[in-house]
């Protein structure tokens, strides 16, 4: 590999470049990130369901689509606030109401137009219960475990500080977003009510 640091600790416009120039593939990057993951989650607590196998399934998908078909996210790692439906993994909205609850109804309509970008999907990352409660979830800041990474998106903004996604996305309605961003050291865009949370 060209570039020297670990693939987790690129950024996505970074690994974009790599996967679009085939020096890496988005089956190699997936790996990378899900070993990060291993390693980081159980004590960061950023993923609310994360399914190792359907990540790699989807990243030898996106290694199968040829370079002029592939979309502007092409394999780029996106976690998804576990608040927005998503067609292959369960949404529990943060609430233990909806914890044996399987995978239902189309993706939300952000999720799709990520897969129609060629996003890799990596999981859902926690939230406070149904995003409106200021407590709740095990999520912690991956600077001081001992503090809070801020709500209610605090699965999203945890997982992009900690470089076990590049790009997260979660919700706002007061400060659901920003703050998180803000705690955790991360940049927090708010666009047309849907918030990204990036580095």
């Known amino acids: 590999m060209a570039n020297k640091s670990p693939l ?3 950024s996505a416009c970074r690994i974009q470049s790599l996967i679009k120039r085939d020096i890496v593939t988005v089956e ?3 790996r990378a990130l899900l070993d990060h993951i291993k390693k980081r989650d159980p004590v960061i607590h950023a993923w609310a369901y994360l399914d190792c196998s359907l990540v790699l399934a989807q990243a030898k998908e996106l290694d199968k689509i040829k370079p002029l078909d592939r979309g502007p996210l092409h394999g780029i790692a996106i976690g998804i606030k576990d608040v927005l439906l998503t067609k292959d993994m369960p949404t529990c909205y943060g609430s233990p109401i909806y914890r044996d609850e399987p995978a239902h ?5 952000v999720v799709a137009a990520l ?4 996003a890799l999907i990596m999981g859902k990352t926690h939230t406070t219960e149904f995003a409106a409660a200021n407590v709740g979830g095990p999520c912690v800041n991956s600077y001081d475990t001992q503090r809070t ?4 998106s605090s699965g999203s903004a945890a997982a992009v500080a900690d470089y076990q996604v590049p790009l997260a996305i979660g919700t706002q309605t007061g400060g659901s977003m920003v703050r998180p961003g803000a705690y955790c050291g991360i940049y927090a865009l708010k666009n047309n009510g849907i918030t990204k949370s990036f580095t």
């Open 8 to 10: 987790h600790l690129l």
């Open 28 to 30: 190699e990057y997936a």
């Open 105 to 109: 109804g189309p993706d939300a309509t």
């Open 115 to 118: 897969r129609g970008a060629g």
């Open 149 to 152: 990474p801020g709500g209610s």
